[in-house]
């Protein structure tokens, strides 16, 4: 991660001068693609403003991240424990999984308000499933003669589970969370853009309604800074603290 | 810690193949038990049905100890793998048991037991800085933790390199002094220098050789051990060629 961030920033340098020379050659209209130069400029005039809602809507992530996570390990958790709620959660995860999560937004939006509610509940929707399947698959698969050494070692089941089951699938919760990680944003603009007042999806919206293209984009720019910062986040902190679950 | 003598009768099968026939294997109590046969022959289902662990067959007999307990909870097991928990230290790893029963470690006692196998010193570090020798080690210390009259050992030197191996063999004899042991092996001078009773398992049935009187560990360039050991290699050879 840390090493390819200087070829991350060449692509980066060399994505915008193409934009800028596209922009350039096809003389676009403003209201159609402005330039980077533009929304730079955009950027910088509306700071606060961008600044304001990039907040909302980074509040909006994180605490969908948390409940998302938590409860995603908690039902993995319970489902490893028990053949018969397995049994019984199994078919229906895979049913919530058939629904689109994005033609939910609208009733979210009716049954959690305008506010922070309808957001972090469709993040949480979102995130939800990959955490819960990549841990559930981690926890299934504990080594068979850890186990039998639990088993010689009479130790009861609730113990396993966490000190042993649990521990060594920490490396399945955390490609988990490498994808909630990048889930989780969405969620977050999906929500806005069904019902908010606040926000950087509402933001993108309001922008586009009043042609303020370059405003859409700046604002655009900062969501994929802040998806990317958050990724490289998890990314590092999983990696540190699951170094030494990590099977050599 | 009374050890006991082990005796097991029956027979195992998976659906309609017999993994093995009707047999008597016995342990005798406070002696090494050394359990040899070629690959596939059922040896290791054999020590895992004392161990009580799932081997995947149907097995129709009894498995009793001559003071009359069950086996059940009195034996610890050694594999090949050392099963080291690469997030808990050295130290942890040896004191596993409690960890898992939610007891309180003797922490003096597992500090002790990691001189005994000359890992004075490496209670903190973590298992993947130690080599394939050290790890064994902890897993004897490990296992040895434990305090079980039975040891029921599944190969449990045979990836060590030559060195690492022998020196693994004198310190369990010295350690396991007492114990009653059934040790699954397929090297003729481990069972050799280590046996007080060898048993060689074939299609055929078991068959208990009398192994060199003198005391355990026996020298590996003793004229017994080595006269013993050609013995053993010749009859398992033979073995195999009719299988």
Avoid at chain 1, 23 to 48: D, F, K, R, S, T
Avoid at chain 1, 50 to 77: K, P, Y
Avoid at chain 1, 136 to 161: K, N
Avoid at chain 2, 98 to 119: C, F, H, I, S, Y
């Amino acid at each position: 991660m840390m090493r390819s961030f200087p070829k991350m920033m060449l692509v980066g340098v060399a994505v915008v001068i193409s934009w800028q020379i596209l922009v350039m050659l096809l003389a676009l209209p403003v209201y159609i693609l402005p330039g980077p130069i533009a929304v730079a400029l955009a950027l910088w005039n509306n700071l606060a403003l961008i600044a304001d809602n990039a907040l909302v809507t980074l509040i909006e992530i994180l605490a969908g991240l948390v409940f998302g996570v938590s409860l995603g390990v908690a039902v993995a958790i319970i489902m490893a424990w028990s053949s018969s709620v397995r049994a019984l959660l199994q078919p229906l995860l895979i049913f919530s999984q058939a629904i689109p999560i994005f033609a939910l937004a609208p009733i979210l939006t009716l049954w959690f308000g305008y506010g922070f509610g309808s957001k972090i509940v469709m993040t949480l929707l979102i995130i939800f499933f990959p955490v819960a399947s990549a841990f559930f698959d981690g926890l299934m698969r504990t080594r068979s003669d850890w186990l039998e050494l639990a088993q010689i070692m009479r130790a009861p089941p609730f113990r396993v589970m966490f000190f042993l089951k649990v521990p060594a699938a920490m490396p399945s919760l955390a490609s988990g969370l490498n994808i909630a990680a990048v889930y989780a944003p969405i969620g977050a603009v999906i929500g806005e853009w069904v019902g908010a007042s606040r926000g950087l999806g509402y933001l993108m919206l309001l922008a586009n309604g009043r042609a303020k293209i370059d405003l859409m984009f700046a604002a655009l720019i900062v969501l994929i800074v802040m998806t990317m910062l958050l990724r490289a986040a998890v990314h590092v902190i999983s990696n540190k603290v699951l170094s030494r679950y990590i099977q050599t | 810690m009374k050890a006991p003598a082990i005796t097991l009768k029956g027979s195992a099968s998976f659906g309609a193949d017999q993994v093995f026939a009707p047999l008597e294997f016995n342990a005798p109590a406070g002696g090494w038990t050394c359990l040899l046969g070629s690959s596939g022959v059922g040896k290791s289902t054999l020590l895992r049905l004392l161990a009580g662990l799932d081997a995947g067959v149907i097995f129709d007999g009894t498995i009793s100890c001559n003071d009359g307990a069950p086996l059940g909870a009195r034996a610890a097991l050694m594999l090949q793998s050392d099963m080291l928990l690469p997030w808990l230290s050295v130290l942890q790893n040896v004191t596993l048991g409690a960890r898992l029963r939610g007891e309180k470690a003797d922490q003096v006692r597992a500090t002790q037991l990691l001189n005994d196998v000359g890992l004075a010193g490496f209670a903190q570090r973590m298992p993947n800085t130690l080599s394939g020798g050290q790890r064994q080690r902890v897993a004897l210390a490990r296992t040895l933790m434990e305090d079980r009259p039975v040891m029921l050992l599944d190969e449990p030197f045979s990836a060590l390199d030559a060195k690492n191996r022998a020196a693994m063999q004198e310190l369990s004899a010295r350690l396991f002094n007492g114990r009653t042991i059934v040790l699954v092996t397929h090297d003729p001078y481990e069972a050799a220098r280590l046996g007080t009773s060898v048993v060689v398992m074939t299609k055929a049935g078991l068959q208990v050789l009398k192994p060199p009187t003198t005391p355990v560990i026996r020298a590996y360039d003793s004229p017994d051990v080595i006269k013993f050991a050609t013995k053993l290699l010749t009859l398992l050879h033979n073995e195999s060629d009719a299988a």
